[in-house]
């Protein structure tokens, strides 16, 4: 903990090196389940988004926010809760007990049995039927005028080293800090036009987990650039390593083993 307070106190991430960092704006997710019929019973008929058949290995959900995509896999996700890093995304809700018990009802498997309270309320983590790992948000520190079902609260990566995070997220990627308010648990990342973007986690003791991409069920960041052959050269040059190219879309794993992708979007 205190060398991350540290590597926050002393400025690590300077501002020439941002400005010359990849311009990448944060797109959604992209979710990676083994069958879209039972996708669209839980995606849809339970949390409530709408689900849009594109072709027959891919779906669009309308949340709100940001969109969620949905494609086809092989296998399971096998990520363990309280071993391995991962990708998550928070639904919040008005009140959290009488969803916990809705999703009972609907057979979704709970990961913990106790309430975690975090920064600004309370959470439970639960996956979906394809292992994917989510959490139940009801936020407490501030009035929530009320609203039914759920909702898209934010998405992140947790992991076992916050500085590793902060220099692949921010030193790499070029996103900045939102909020220093919750560290060293978490730290909001913004765009450079100070819009929110997606969270960094910290938990103690968790590993690398590596997945392969299009064969496991996970949950993948999108990432765009105006100019994908600029991002990914500028990229390179920082030392992260791509997976899969293709002439309008790349595919990248973060030091923790969790996979982004990058589209072109002018």
């Not at 363990?80 to 991962?86: D, I, L, P, Q, T």
């Not at 928070?90 to 709970?110: C, E, F, M, N």
Request: some cysteine; proline content about 4%; overall charge neutral.
């Amino acid at each position: 903990m205190r060398s991350i307070l540290l590597l926050i106190s002393v400025g690590l991430f300077s501002h020439s090196a941002i400005s010359q960092s990849p311009e990448l704006r944060f797109e959604g997710l992209r979710i990676w389940v083994t069958d879209l019929d039972t996708a669209k019973k839980f995606y849809s008929d339970i949390l409530g988004f709408e689900f849009k058949l594109t072709s027959d290995n891919t779906a669009k959900l309308e949340t709100g926010t940001w969109p969620i995509l949905l494609a086809k896999s092989v296998r399971e996700n096998t990520t363990e809760y309280k071993r391995h890093a991962r990708t998550g995304l928070t639904l919040q809700v008005y009140k959290l007990l009488p969803k916990i018990d809705q999703l009972r009802a609907s057979g979704v498997h709970l990961i913990e049995d106790q309430l975690q309270r975090n920064g600004v309320g309370i959470s439970i983590p639960f996956r979906d039927p394809f292992g994917n790992l989510l959490s139940l948000m009801e936020v407490q520190v501030r009035d929530v005028p009320l609203f039914e079902g759920f909702k898209i609260y934010n998405t992140g990566i947790t992991s076992g080293n916050m500085e590793e995070a902060m220099d692949f997220y921010i030193g790499k990627l070029g996103f900045l800090e939102w909020s220093r308010d919750y560290l060293p648990q978490a730290l909001p990342l913004k765009h450079s036009d100070n819009s929110f973007a997606f969270m960094l986690h910290y938990k103690p003791d968790l590993s690398h987990h590596d997945r392969e991409f299009t064969k496991d069920s996970e949950i993948n960041l999108l990432f765009s650039t105006r100019d994908l052959n600029k991002a990914v050269a500028n990229s390179k040059a920082r030392k992260l390593k791509f997976i899969k190219e293709a002439a309008d879309w790349a595919a990248f794993k973060d030091p923790f083993g969790n996979i982004c992708e990058l589209i072109e979007k002018k």
